[in-house]
Structure formats: C-alpha cells, structure tokens
C-alpha cells in the first residue's frame, strides 16, 4: 500500500508515557538507576533510559514497597 497515512482519532491520547519513577533518598541502588536513565538520555538513547526506567521500577517494588 503506497501513499497511505494513518491518521489517528481525534481523542487520540499522546500523552500516555508514565511519570518517571523517582529514587529514594539514600538508597545507593536507586541513586544508579537514576544515574543511568539521566546518562541515557544525555546519550540521547531514549530505550536505554526505558530500560533503567523499567529497572528502577522493579527495585521500587523490591526493595521499597
């Protein structure tokens, strides 16, 4: 198919991306997760940054519930 476009609805949400998890106060392992995410997107390498996202969550949930 040549020339199609996909032209989202009008109530098309955007804005669907969550809150950047934030580190606890203290924590070492937090602290270099959130290094991590803040080096990525310097780099300018946004899945990198997802993953540490994805990887600080997980931690959160671990060790911090």
């Known amino acids: 198919m040549t020339g199609a476009t996909w032209t989202p609805p009008p109530d098309?949400?955007?804005?669907?991306?969550?809150?950047?998890?934030?580190?606890?106060a203290g924590c070492d392992d937090c602290e270099r997760l959130a290094q991590r995410r803040s080096a990525a997107r310097s780099a300018g390498d946004g899945s990198a940054a997802t993953d540490a996202n994805v990887l600080l969550r997980q931690h959160l949930q671990q060790d911090h519930p």
């Open 12 to 24: 098309f949400d955007y804005a669907l991306r969550q809150a950047d998890p934030q580190p606890v």
